[in-house]
Structure formats: C-alpha cells, structure tokens
C-alpha cells in the first residue's frame, strides 16, 4: 500500500503547488499509516527531485525521455497508471491546475478509481472509502463526496492546503517509460509563458479591477498596485468581454476561480457571478465609490472612494510600508 | 465534418444556490435552468467550424425529459439534432460513459464540451471521453483552428498557453475566446422545434462517487471601513490584523 503524488513542474523547477500536494498528500500518507511516493515526469535534475523529500516524500520515481519533455495526457496517463499499480497505491493525488485536469479524469477511468477534483481539505477515512470536500457551484458552495474505489484520485485546489515541512531523506528512482507508441497523438509546438507574471489561478495576493477604472487606459494603477506587492493582476466580467483585458484575467463564475489569502477589488460591484469567483479568498478589500456597492457586504475591509486617487495613494502607502518592513 | 456537442442543463449564473434541509439536495424550485455557459460557448465554436455547409453537429445531453429546454436551445443556436440519454447525469464518469457509449460507433471527427459545467465543476468529462473512446483530449482551450485533418489548439497553462497539434479525431474541453455567442434568431427557434431528438436508455453502471452532502461558505465578519484619506491605516490593517501582507 502507498499514496502516489504526481509532482508537476514548470521547465524543471518545482512550484508552491507542488509543494501543497505533496504536503497534502504525506498527511493522507500519515492518515493511513504509508508511505508516500511522488512520481515526475520529464527533466529534472536530481537535486530537484530529491528536494521532494524536505515535504516527507519517501520515494521518488522519476520517468524521462525525449518524447516526454511536453505534456502530453495519454502518455502522462499511462505512466502514472503503471505506477499507481506497480506501488499498489490506493490514493493518487494531483494538482487541480490547468494540467491536473486534463490528467485526473483520464487516470481515473484508466484505473476504474473514484474521482474527486476541485478538493479544498484532508479526506476523512471511512474502511475503504473516503470522504473529502471538494468547491461546487463555482465556488458559491462545497460538497461532500463519498469515493468508494479500490483507489482514488483526488485533485487539490491550489491555496486550499498549506505547504508543510517534514523531512525525510528521499530514494530517487528512474523508471522507464511506460507509455505506449499510440499514446502519442498530439505534439505539442509552441509554449508561451509570460515569465514577468504571476500565474493568477496560484497568486498568493490578487489586485482585481472593474468597470470602475473607466478604460483599459488607466489599467497602470493596477499594475502599480500589484507590482507593489507582487501580486497578479486579475479583472471582472465586464471588462474582459469589452476587451480592455485578456479573458485569462477574468475572475468570476464563468471565468477563474481564486482563492488568494488577499483579494482587493477596485470598482468592482460584486455581482453574485463575480463573487462565487472570489469567495473563498482568505481576505478581501473592496475600493468602490459607490458605498451601496454589494462587494462591501462580503469583504473584510472596504474604502469608498475614487479609484483614480484612492489606488495610487494606496500604491505608495505598500512601497512605503515594504521599503519600512 | 461530424462534430458532437456535449451539453449540460445548469442553474443560472444568477441562482442564490440553497440545498434541502439536511443539505443534501439541490433546492431547485424556483432555479431557471440554462445550457451551461461553456457548452454553449463549444456549441459555438462548432458553428462556426461548419459554417457554410462543412459539417454537422449533434448535441448530447445526460438528463431527464424536464431539460428538453435546454436541449431545444442549443437546436436554436444551430445544432443539427440532438439525442438525450434518459437518466440523472449523477457524476462525471456516468455521463461520460454514456456518451462514449453513444459516441464510439459514430465516427465524430471531434467532439466539444465546455471546460467544466459551472454547477458541479468537475472538468473531467472531456478527459474521460477520452480515455474511454482511445481519443486524444486537451482541456481547456482557448482557440482552435482546423487545416485539413490537422487541428491546432491553444490551451491554458499556469501563466501562459501551450499550443498543440493533434491528427486525426481529438476531444476538447472549450473556455472562454474560443468563439463568440451565438444569438438564436427567429428562424432558428423556429426549426428548433422540428429538429429530431433521440431519447435514448442509459447504460448501467457501478457509481465510484456519491455526493453526501452540502455546504455553503461561512459567511464573513462586518466590513471594517477605513476613511480614504488615510489608506496607511489599511495597509497596517492588513499586516497587523489580517497578517495577509
């Protein structure tokens, strides 16, 4: 018996989601007294991979080839599968991210396991089930679901699971590739990152603006305000749709969920879509200058006023406080 | 050109969402019920690709007869036909395994589904259709373009987008930019009440999920209001008090 973490990586290096999964995962680990193996895919040198044992990983299988360098689900798919198999895992944990997703639900079928994305806290054990809470109606609720596989498959939301330190000497172990030759239907052609941003579904800190900022032409109080405190930028609906930003930044029902420890929303007025987007944010100040604005009902703290002299002045206040602290 | 849509019936975006007294069920009186805003961006992108006669599009929905709306909504913005597999679509695995069921004989050169329907938000139907037809799938696209056989698509990734390319029959999970909202006009709502829908048995199937029960967000503290004129107070809130900073 075992849980098997798949550790996703960016260009070799390992995020602060990778790290919540695996921490997450060595308390699953912990809960049915087992060990915990991670499992990664790709280039990665040996001392990122045994780094992994600094959050309690014991084991760390690493598969690698000249196909594997790009994500590819079918090939992913069959590694892990083989893997969860050959360690006799009976918990496999992923990331919810962008990859994460295309992955899990293909893993789960492959290994007629239960499946549970979207997942915020530890599962409770039940014998061989498990019960774990997962975010459902875009974040304006959570649920509970039962699994009752032979092995399960959670997929943890990013910011929902503290990064814990528990170090263990870590056993790095290369595999061979287990994919199949027809698993390799797609290729990928091109990667774009924007290296000088914050990856908003993973920000720590989010600065979020509406239609309050009047035009895409003074979206650099914004920037300001999050460079000041390293946050991403984000934005709602309404401004996306009219194109003053890009539809990735949008928060809100239909776009991306967040769940940031703090959320400033400037000239946004809360509608309920919006909010489901935003509600599980640890804190939220809402800018408005409208004191009827609904977002003040579900914030933590609210300034009324004119985002063009209320954002700059705020800007300057977190350069002070940053060059201070 | 045969694509297949895969449509959900959700509460819309603007529901108060309550459940039943012990929380276990979805209080749905009173709830309008819409075609899910991502399969309808899908169902789009489908227009657009066989706009001018290139192709034909079924739309698939697991649901029981009180979602014919939504069905007829989708045959309005231009879909060819539809087939609704008769059960209560009660996880993702169910309702992917009935359209894989449905699906695996019918040659679609590619089926669409919105990123995640916004009630349940598993995003997993498209990758499970997936694995159960053999099928590439790439979730969560922004843009897709067709040569040929050959599809290139654009999908999200954490701070920025991967561009693949795939041969041959692919499954993909549709966001936000792949296309624009299609308005049903006059005659299209008109036609939609002729265009055939199949109501189809569902398969049987063991259930490896079951939701127990529900749970809305605790709600927050009173706002605390500090004066503009004095937004140093804010930022000490947040570093003192908070601890966010």
Redesign the interface.
């Known amino acids: 018996m075992s849980v098997l973490v798949y550790v996703e990586h960016a260009e070799g290096k390992f995020k602060k989601s990778t790290f919540e999964v695996v921490s997450y995962a060595k308390a699953i680990a912990q809960q049915l007294n087992t060990n915990l193996v991670a499992l990664a895919i790709g280039n990665l040198s040996a001392e990122q991979l045994s780094s992994l044992g600094t959050y309690g990983a014991q084991k760390v299988l690493h598969v690698n080839d000249a196909q594997l360098g790009t994500f590819n689900a079918q090939a992913y798919t069959s590694i892990l599968s083989d893997a969860a198999q050959k360690e006799g895992a009976t918990v496999v944990v992923l990331a919810n991210s962008f990859s994460g997703k295309g992955l899990a639900p293909r893993l789960a079928v492959r290994l007629k396991a239960g499946l549970a994305s979207g997942v915020v806290a530890l599962p409770t054990i039940q014998g061989a089930s498990l019960s774990v809470k997962r975010t459902a109606y875009s974040g304006k609720a959570f649920a509970h679901v039962k699994l009752s596989g032979a092995i399960n498959v959670l997929a943890l939301n990013a910011n929902a699971y503290p990064v814990s330190e528990q170090p263990v000497n870590a056993e790095v172990v290369s595999l061979a590739s287990s994919a199949k030759p027809t698993d390799f239907k797609t290729s990928v052609k091109e990667i774009v990152r924007a290296s000088d941003k914050i990856s908003l579904p993973e920000a720590d800190l989010v600065v979020s603006a509406g239609r309050g900022m009047k035009g895409p032409e003074n979206w650099h109080l914004i920037e300001e305000l999050a460079e000041s405190l390293g946050a991403a930028t984000a934005c709602s609906k309404p401004v996306s749709d009219a194109g003053w930003r890009p539809h990735e930044e949008h928060v809100g029902q239909t776009g991306i969920s967040v769940s940031p420890n703090l959320y400033i929303a400037v000239g946004i007025s809360g509608a309920i879509q919006h909010l489901a987007g935003v509600s599980s944010s640890k804190t939220i100040v809402v800018i408005n200058k409208d004191p009827e604005a609904p977002f003040f009902k579900v914030a933590d703290y609210g300034i009324v006023g004119d985002a063009m002299e209320v954002v700059p002045q705020l800007t300057a206040a977190m350069k002070a406080y940053s060059q201070n602290g | 050109m045969k694509i297949l849509v895969c449509i959900s019936n959700v509460?819309d975006?603007?529901?108060?969402?309550t459940?039943n007294s012990d929380n276990t069920e979805f209080n749905a009186s009173g709830v309008q019920f819409i075609l899910n805003?991502?399969d309808e961006i899908a169902l789009s992108k489908a227009i657009d690709l066989c706009e001018g006669g290139k192709g034909t599009i079924t739309v698939i929905h697991v649901g029981e007869a009180s979602t014919e709306p939504t069905i007829r909504k989708a045959l309005a913005i231009g879909a060819d036909d539809a087939v609704r597999i008769d059960a209560a679509p009660s996880d993702?695995?169910f309702v992917?395994y009935q359209i894989a069921a449905y699906a695996k004989d019918k040659n679609f050169d590619m089926i669409l589904t919105g990123r995640e329907s916004?009630?349940?938000?598993?995003?997993?139907?498209?990758?499970?259709l997936?694995?159960?037809l053999?099928?590439?799938?790439?979730?969560?696209i922004?843009k897709l373009d067709l040569n040929g056989n050959k599809a290139?698509l654009s999908?999200?990734?954490?701070?920025?987008?991967?561009?693949?390319?795939?041969?041959?029959p692919?499954i993909a999970s549709c966001?936000?930019?792949v296309a624009e909202w299609k308005i049903p006009n006059m005659r299209g709502i008109m036609s939609a009440r002729t265009k055939p829908l199949e109501v189809l048995a569902a398969q049987s199937l063991e259930t490896?999920?079951?939701?127990?029960?529900?749970?809305?967000?605790t709600?927050?503290?009173a706002?605390?209001?500090?004066?503009?004129a004095n937004?140093?107070k804010?930022?000490d809130?947040?570093?003192n008090e908070?601890k966010?900073?």
């Open positions: 509460p975006t603007t529901t108060k969402i459940f805003p991502y993702a695995y992917a916004i009630d349940y938000n598993g995003a997993q139907v498209a990758a499970m997936g694995e159960f053999d099928l590439p799938s790439i979730s969560i922004k290139t999908r999200e990734i954490e701070g920025g987008k991967e561009v693949v390319e795939v041969d041959g692919f966001a936000e930019g490896l999920s079951v939701v127990e029960k529900f749970e809305t967000p709600p927050r503290g706002v605390k209001m500090v004066d503009a937004v140093a804010l930022v809130l947040l570093h908070a966010v900073i």
